[in-house]
């Protein structure tokens, strides 16, 4: 019977049984399947049964409801605490039986592959933060440091001729001016906060008004810390900027595997 | 140290239960973690700290783009398709570079020179107690701004700047919300439906403030109608702004203000 993989782990696990009931909880599927533990020598996937082609349906709520299960069975993982390191698998890997888990995913060198992620993840998790400006702050910014552009932005109001270009034209020149406040707000923000990270891997914003959007590796007991920079930062930035911040979260950014 | 001690005792008030190393440290003690059902998914996004939030409860778009393009993938198995899952991952990275941008920067600048202006002049009345600067510019125009400043002075200053600064937000956020729905209809609303509409699981994440400003988001998209129209609007939009400046455009602002 095909497996869907959530992760892999380090076995054993103190406390925890191969087949033993809720050890993972239920997954993907309808109704939920149990997760449990595929051991293999020193590692072991989590995964739970799917029929062959219930993963991968075109039904967006089947969809959505399985992609969630696979997001909580991992968020589960890592509130809890109790496992020292996962790597998440990206949803929708589904290999044929048990023996391939052996064979595909957790043997040969892979197996090496595998420790050696885990090793560098160890006790650590991921903090994904995303700060994006407050517009009319950064616009009154913009004219502050450049006022030409708001005489220009008032001066095509009043005139009927052309005021439509040169209304695109000043909206282009704010644009230009938000692009470099943006790299240099970046810029300050990853230098807060790389103290307070083993690793970060920024993204690529996702529009005009987002700063950051970076996902941090932080080591457990250092959550405290990175929580506080980043009040430190809001209580600096609040009238500009926004903050949010999700985690912890299992490492999906940091986990860098094709097996 | 106080106000984490503080902080400390306002999380232990929530009757947190299990018992775990982690829990002894107050940022990362977090609501009892009870669910082993994945389909009981109703928890409201809890916040750790004042700025993180736990994954658990929280809308699926936070962890989307995680889920569906990072984490192992294997080499040896085609992942399963997920219609057109994949072009979501690149939607959700789309810069927005438009014109429609331009515009609303435009008029955004061009409204701040109208307060600023405005402003000064009225600290200029009460200090010199004049008149004159009514007359330097269109009257009409720069006398609603200045009445629509009345009110709002009335309400706090700085309730004002609040306000201004919700109902852009709301603007920029429909736009965005715009842009995702107009890609997400090139994927078969795939963007829409999975993050659940877009508005709830969006906004789960921001400020309580955000979900107040869902009302003055619709009105202030039916009233200015301007850059969000889709294209052709757009630029049709961008013209009667422009003819009507000073005029039915403008007072519409400090009215929507003095309604809040």
Known sequence: MSLHLYGVIRWPVAGLTPGAAANFGTGIGSPPRPVDAIVHQDLAALASRVHPGEVGTSNVRVLRRDMKAHADVLNRIVAAGKIGAILPFQFGVVVPSEAAVAERVLGGARARALRERLERLEGAVELKLRATYLEDVVLREVVAEQPQLAAAGAGSSRSRGGSYQSKIETGRRVAAAIRAKRALDAQRLLAALKPVAREIRAGRAGSDMTVLSASFLVGRGAIDRFDRALEQIHARERTRLKLDCVGPLPPFSFTDLTL | ?260
Request: charged share 30%; hydrophobic share 30%.
């Open chain 2, 1 to 260: 140290m106080v106000a984490q001690a503080e902080q400390q005792n306002e999380r232990q008030g929530q009757g947190h239960a299990v018992a775990d190393e982690l829990m002894a440290d107050p940022i990362v003690r977090r609501e009892p973690y009870v669910m082993q059902d994945p389909l009981m998914d109703d928890l409201p996004a809890r916040r750790d700290s004042q700025i993180r939030r736990a994954p658990q409860g929280s809308g699926l778009y936070d962890v989307l783009d995680l889920i569906l393009d990072k984490g192992i993938v294997i080499d040896a198995f085609v992942r399963v398709s997920l219609v057109g899952i994949e072009l979501l991952t690149v939607d959700l990275r789309v810069v927005i570079a438009s014109v429609d941008t331009y515009l609303r920067y435009a008029e955004g600048v061009e409204k701040l020179q109208v307060y600023e202006r405005s402003r000064a002049m009225k600290l200029q009345d009460m200090v010199k107690g004049s008149t004159k600067s009514m007359a330097k510019e269109g009257a009409k125009g720069i006398g609603e701004a200045i009445t629509g400043q009345d009110d709002d002075e009335d309400e706090g200053g700085s309730k004002k700047n609040d306000e201004e600064g919700e109902e852009n937000e709301g603007v920029v956020g429909s736009l965005a919300k715009g842009v995702r729905n107009v890609v997400a209809r090139g994927v078969g609303s795939l963007v829409g439906s999975l993050t659940g509409g877009g508005d709830e699981d969006d906004d789960e994440g921001g400020d309580g403030g955000e979900r107040k400003q869902q009302p003055q988001r619709r009105r202030t998209q039916r009233a200015s109608g301007g850059a969000h129209n889709g294209r052709g609007g757009g630029g049709g939009g961008g013209r009667s702004t422009g003819r009507t400046a000073g005029g039915a455009r403008r007072p519409n602002r400090p009215t929507r203000a003095r309604r809040k």
